[in-house]
C-alpha cells in the first residue's frame, strides 16, 4: 500500500454527496466519413459505437494508474491509503449509453450533468468512462472523471492525449484507462498540485520567507494575489449534490482579434468575455453587486528565457473582473491592469514562494466548503474559479478513425464556489465547460448566450 499525500487526502476528505471531488471531461467525436456507407466503416453509427465498447472492455491491461482504490481503515490509524486492484471490472467502469432522440446538445449535457453530478465508489478504483451513441449529426461523446485525489486535470488531459492521433487511418487506439505508464514530464500552464505534493519541506521554508519579504513588496503581494475581497453573489452559497453543464467551442481567431486591438494577451481577453457574461447574467438575475466580482486564475509564469530545463514557475492571482462596469472596454483595461499588477509581483518571487501563493490561492476556499454554515455567511474568498488550461495540439485528431470536434473540461464545485468556468484549446478554438449547482446556479445554459454577448461587444471596441 501507498500512503495519500496530504494535499491528495484533502480532496478525499473533502468530499461529501452535495460536493464530489472528481474532475472530468466530455468528447464529442464525428463518426468516420465513411461509418455506415461502405466497406471501410460498414456500420451504423449505433454498430460502430457498440464495437468500439467492445473493444474498450477487451482491454488487455489496465494502467496501474487506473487500478488503484483507496483505504481508510482503523488499523491504518485514520490515514488514508491506495492499494491495487488486482481484478479491475471493466464492464462497471466503462459504460455504454444512448441519448433520446433527438440527440442534441441539450440532451447531450443533460446527461453530462446527471453523470458528473454522482459520487464515484471508494470500493473500487476512481474512475469512470462513458460511451455515449445517438448524438445527433453522425456523432458520439465519450464523458469521462476521475478523482481528483488520483489525478488532476491537467495530468488527465496530457494521458487522454496520448490516446488520440493526428493520423485518422489509425485504428484500435487504447482508453486512457488502458495506456501503459510512463513518466509524465512538468508540462508549462499545468497545476501546482503534482509539484507541491513532493516537496512539502521546501514549501514550508519557503512560506516561512515570505515573511522576509520588503514591507512593499509584501503589500503588493497581499493586493494583488490574496483572497477575501469579493462581494457576496448567489455564487458564493451551499451547494446541492446535482450539477448543470453546458459548453460551448469559439474560434480563437475571435478572441486574437480583440487581442490585436486593446493590447490585452489572450487570457485576459477570457476573462473580459467572462465578466460580461457573469455580469448580464446576474442582471438578468437582477443579483448583480455593487462591488466587481473577482476570480482565481491559475497562472503560468514562464516566460521565452526559461528554457526547457527551467522548472515551473506557476502561481494563482486574484483578477479583478470589473464586473460593476458598463462599458467592455473600460473592463477589459481594468481587468488587464489587475493582471499585469498581479503577475508583476508574482514575477519577483522564487518558484517555491509562487507554489506557496498557489497553495494559499486554493486552500483559503476550503473553510467554506467543509465547515457547516459558513458558505454564503461570511465574505467568500473570491467568487468563482476561470481556469485556462492549454490544450493538446491545433493539428486535428482522431480516436479510431473518428474526428475529436471538442474537448471540454468538467470541473469541480462546491459550498461557497457554485461555478466553475474552464477552458482548454484544441484545433483553433477554446472549449468552454461550465459547471455549477442545479439550484444554486439556475439556467446555466444561459451563460454561453451570454459569452457570445460579451464578446461581440469587445469585438466592437475601436
Known amino acids: 500500500m501507498t500512503a495519500v499525500g496530504p494535499l491528495d487526502a484533502m480532496f478525499l476528505g473533502g468530499e461529501s454527496r452535495e460536493q464530489p471531488m472528481h474532475v472530468g471531461g466530455l468528447m464529442l467525436f464525428e463518426l468516420p466519413e465513411g461509418a455506415g456507407r461502405d466497406q471501410v466503416f460498414p456500420e451504423s453509427s449505433r454498430e460502430f459505437v457498440s464495437r468500439l465498447y467492445q473493444e474498450l472492455l477487451a482491454a488487455?491491461?489496465?494502467?496501474?494508474?487506473?487500478a488503484r482504490r483507496v483505504r481508510n481503515r482503523a488499523v491504518d490509524l485514520g490515514y488514508w491509503s491506495w492499494e491495487q486492484d488486482d481484478e479491475v471490472d471493466l464492464e462497471y467502469h466503462v459504460r455504454l449509453s444512448a441519448l433520446p432522440r433527438p440527440g442534441r446538445y441539450r440532451e447531450l449535457f443533460e446527461l453530462t450533468s446527471r453523470l458528473h453530478g454522482t459520487l464515484?465508489?471508494?470500493?473500487?478504483?476512481?474512475?469512470?468512462?462513458?460511451?455515449?451513441?445517438?448524438?445527433?449529426?453522425r456523432r458520439f461523446a465519450v464523458y469521462s472523471k476521475?478523482?481528483?485525489?488520483?489525478?488532476?486535470?491537467?495530468?488527465?488531459?496530457r494521458l487522454m492525449q496520448r490516446t488520440l492521433s493526428t493520423d485518422p487511418a489509425r485504428m484500435h487506439m487504447p482508453a486512457t484507462?488502458?495506456?501503459p505508464p510512463e513518466p509524465l514530464e512538468p508540462v508549462p500552464g499545468?497545476?501546482?498540485?503534482?509539484?507541491?505534493t513532493r516537496m512539502p519541506g521546501d514549501a514550508l521554508k519557503t512560506a516561512a520567507g515570505l515573511a522576509g519579504l520588503p514591507v512593499a513588496g509584501l503589500n503588493s503581494l497581499l493586493r494583488s494575489t490574496m483572497p477575501f475581497r469579493a462581494p457576496r453573489t448567489v455564487f458564493n452559497q451551499t451547494v446541492t449534490g446535482a450539477r448543470r453543464f453546458a459548453a460551448q467551442s469559439w474560434a480563437i481567431e475571435r478572441l486574437e482579434k480583440v487581442r490585436a486591438i486593446t493590447g490585452a494577451t489572450l487570457n485576459d481577453v477570457l476573462l473580459a468575455m467572462c465578466s460580461g457574461a457573469l455580469r448580464n447574467y446576474l442582471l438578468?438575475?437582477?443579483?448583480?453587486?455593487?462591488?466587481s466580482l473577482t476570480a482565481m486564475v491559475p497562472v503560468n509564469l514562464r516566460t521565452k528565457d526559461t528554457g526547457p530545463g527551467g522548472g515551473n514557475s506557476l502561481a494563482t492571482l486574484i483578477a479583478d473582473l470589473a464586473t460593476d462596469l458598463s462599458d467592455p472596454e473600460q473592463r477589459i483595461r481594468r481587468i488587464m491592469a489587475s493582471t499585469a499588477q498581479a503577475k508583476s509581483v508574482l514575477s519577483g518571487l522564487t518558484p517555491l514562494q509562487n507554489l506557496v501563493v498557489g497553495a494559499l490561492g486554493f486552500a483559503v476556499a476550503g473553510p467554506g466548503a467543509v465547515l457547516p454554515g459558513v458558505a454564503g455567511r461570511t465574505a467568500p474568498p473570491y467568487n468563482l474559479v476561470i481556469s485556462n488550461v492549454p490544450g493538446p495540439t491545433q493539428s486535428p485528431l482522431y480516436w479510431n478513425g473518428s474526428r475529436l470536434l471538442g474537448l471540454y473540461p468538467a470541473s469541480i464545485v462546491m459550498n461557497g464556489q457554485a461555478l466553475n468556468i474552464s477552458v482548454t484549446s484544441y484545433a483553433h478554438q477554446l472549449h468552454f465547460g461550465l459547471v455549477g449547482c442545479r439550484r444554486t446556479v439556475p439556467h446555466l445554459q444561459r451563460l454561453l448566450t451570454h459569452l457570445e454577448?460579451?464578446?461581440?461587444?469587445?469585438?466592437?471596441?475601436?
Open 120 to 137: 464515484l465508489d471508494r470500493h473500487r478504483p476512481l474512475w469512470e468512462m462513458h460511451l455515449i451513441e445517438g448524438v445527433e449529426g
Open 146 to 157: 476521475i478523482h481528483h485525489a488520483l489525478l488532476d486535470g491537467v495530468t488527465a488531459l
Open 453 to 462: 454577448t460579451s464578446l461581440s461587444e469587445l469585438e466592437n471596441i475601436h
Open 177 to 179: 484507462y488502458a495506456v
Open 60 to 66: 488487455p491491461e489496465v494502467n496501474p494508474l487506473f
Open 190 to 196: 499545468s497545476g501546482w498540485l503534482p509539484t507541491l
Open 284 to 291: 438578468e438575475q437582477n443579483a448583480l453587486p455593487d462591488k
